[in-house]
């Protein structure tokens, strides 16, 4: 999934988990202890296969795609959904006999009749793929658009943003893991009578509304436009996940004059990309580390689909910015973010955002500290260092001058940010007021 900037109230550290895992003792640690202390510490079979994959003596390819055998749900529920329109057929899949192949992300699903994919959204029901999450999202908000993060795209801009279940990678930190590792139908209901989200918009909704709810491709600009939103994000799971439901809505956005985020994790395969990237007006994605290592530990997933994406959003004139959390033990290595940030100057350019983030103990790295403030200090430092001339730190609140936008030729503050607020704009048609040069982004 993608990472929406979140501030540490609305996390929920749950404090050290159960089981043996020594919940303090971090990968570093355990590498100083060498090969002969690895055999004194007393740990479970996770945490072995974990030693193992430090020590480098597991593969480096990443984890086969996980198929809910026997999964799709029975005759009655599948014509439930499909009265609801929550069922669409597939793009971007092979037919193999009776057997599918999914070809919208890496994972490349295979599934038999019966099947349901890695991402939970789809199934094989009598050799065509389906995905059930359509039109049916499990919950939407309107966010300013600095909660993407997206610094350098209609500042002080709200969207209307929105998600389906599922999600293409399994991370370990994930934010929002209780919608993006759901199948569908633990968050959507069809029973009961439709609901179609569209202006005139209620008042208010319930949660039960909420699980029967619609809200058409074709609705998506009208209901963001009633709410002030110039846009529509498609984030907080991953839109590739809902691949479907995301391309339509965005075609359809698009010609009613609504601009599109994309906010993703960037697993998406070339073919799906291309086809969507010309209805995407910003995306915001997450570089989750620089190693193929990391991408298997700590998301399931893979660095070089990610790194082909950013060119190809580069390639093709996309806006988009990069975020990078910085994870204690798993991405704070600063020699890997040297690295990482030389790619992308050499790749990208020195005028592509980026913004590290702040870690917050989550999901199955409750056990985890926050990213010390020194750290991501010093990865704003190599950043500049390397070129790159807007970089943020987000997580932190109250850190001076964290989320501010400098002119990289005279150096003075040409947006000022409080968090997620604008609180100054010194920009006139997306130049510096002072010195006059251009900032680099979409500001109008
Ligand atoms: S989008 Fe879902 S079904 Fe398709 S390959 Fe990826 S995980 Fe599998």
Not at 153 to 172: D, E, I, K, Y
Not at 268 to 290: M, N, Q, S
Request: glycine share 8%; hydrophobic share 35%; net charge positive.
């Amino acid at each position: 999934m993608g990472l929406d900037q979140t501030t540490p109230e609305s996390l929920s550290p749950r404090g050290p988990g159960a089981g043996g895992t020594p919940r303090f003792l971090t990968r570093r640690q355990a590498l100083a202890c060498g090969a002969v202390g690895l055999a004194n510490i007393a740990m479970g079979t996770e945490a072995n296969s974990w030693l193992r994959d430090l020590l480098g003596l597991g593969s480096s390819a990443a984890a086969p795609a996980e198929i809910f055998k026997g999964d799709a749900p029975s005759d009655e529920v599948f014509a439930l959904w499909q009265r609801r329109g929550w069922v669409h057929e597939g793009s971007h899949y092979l037919k193999l006999d009776r057997n599918v192949q999914c070809k919208v992300c890496p994972n490349n699903c295979i599934l038999a009749p019966g099947d349901r994919s890695h991402c939970r959204n789809k199934i094989n029901r009598d050799g065509t793929l389906y995905t059930l999450a359509y039109a049916n999202p499990c919950t939407f908000h309107v966010d300013p658009v600095e909660k993407k993060p997206l610094f350098h795209f209609l500042p002080g801009s709200l969207t209307f943003s929105l998600a389906t279940s599922g999600c293409v990678f399994r991370c370990l930190n994930c934010q929002n893991w209780e919608i993006s590792q759901k199948k569908p139908e633990e968050t959507k209901d069809p029973h009961g009578s439709a609901l179609c989200f569209r202006p005139p918009l209620p008042a208010a909704l319930t949660a039960t509304d909420l699980r029967r709810l619609s809200l058409f491709p074709d609705d998506i600009a009208a209901v963001a436009t009633a709410l002030r939103c110039p846009s529509v994000a498609y984030t907080y799971s991953e839109p590739t996940a809902y691949y479907e439901y995301t391309f339509d809505s965005c075609r359809a956005a698009r010609t009613r004059g609504v601009r599109n985020i994309i906010v993703t994790c960037g697993s998406i395969e070339e073919r799906p990309l291309r086809e969507l990237a010309p209805f995407v007006d910003a995306a915001h994605v997450d570089l989750k580390g620089f190693s193929e290592d990391t991408y298997r530990q700590l998301n399931s997933g893979k660095l070089e689909p990610i790194l082909r994406t950013l060119k190809i959003y580069h390639e093709l004139g996309v806006w988009f910015e990069v975020i990078n959390l910085i994870v204690p033990t798993y991405t704070d290595d600063l020699d890997g973010i040297r690295r990482m940030c030389g790619w992308l100057v050499d790749n990208l350019g020195p005028d592509r955002p980026l913004h590290f983030s702040r870690f917050h103990p989550q999901h199955k790295l409750d056990h985890l500290p926050p990213t010390p403030v020194e750290t991501l200090l010093k990865a704003r430092d190599l950043a500049r260092a390397a070129g790159l001339r807007y970089v943020y730190i987000g997580n932190v609140p109250g850190l001076a001058g964290a989320g501010n936008t400098s002119c990289p030729t005279c150096h003075r503050t040409v947006i000022e940010r409080d968090i997620f607020s604008v609180t100054r704009l010194d920009l006139n048609a997306g130049k510096c007021r002072h010195c006059h040069t251009a900032i680099a982004g979409v500001w109008s």
